[in-house]
């Protein structure tokens, strides 16, 4: 028997197949979760790099509220990790058209951001200090 074709008596397709359907899947994951944001203060997962969206043309804004304090946030789709409260306003808003509310951890209640609402559905801007990346801490 020639020896070089031994590996082939052993290879089973199907079985190849599962092995790497198993393995891109791990991939898939650990993609996955590289993408998602946390709450810099509990871990909380609150929303991934997909829900990514830009309004007034940028994703990232630098934003000073009416005391003077600057934000610097980024315009996510959705985050389910946010808890929202209170009435909604358009009472000096950053995004003409829109009310907001504010937006904060589902678990731990740290502020996060603001959810703001409008004509065309809504978005979340999130406090950019106040998330951190998959892996980190």
């Not at 944001?37 to 509220?65: E, K, W, Y």
């Not at 951001?113 to 801490?137: D, S």
């Amino acid at each position: 028997m020639d020896l070089a074709l031994l590996p082939w008596l052993f290879f089973d397709p199907a079985r190849e197949s599962e092995a790497e359907t198993r393995v891109q899947t791990r991939a898939d994951r650990k993609e996955e979760l590289e993408k998602r944001l946390f709450c810099a203060a509990c871990r909380l997962p609150v929303t991934d790099q997909d829900q990514r969206i830009a309004m007034l043309g940028a994703h990232a804004h630098s934003c000073i509220n009416p005391h003077g304090l600057t934000f610097h946030i980024g315009c996510f789709r959705e985050a389910p990790g946010c808890a929202v409260a209170g009435e909604a306003t358009t009472e000096h808003t950053w995004f003409p058209g829109y009310a907001w509310r504010i937006a904060a951890c589902a678990r731990c209640g740290t502020h996060l951001g603001w959810r703001f609402e409008g004509g065309n559905g809504g978005f979340y801007g999130l406090i950019v200090r106040q998330l951190t990346f998959a892996g980190h801490g």
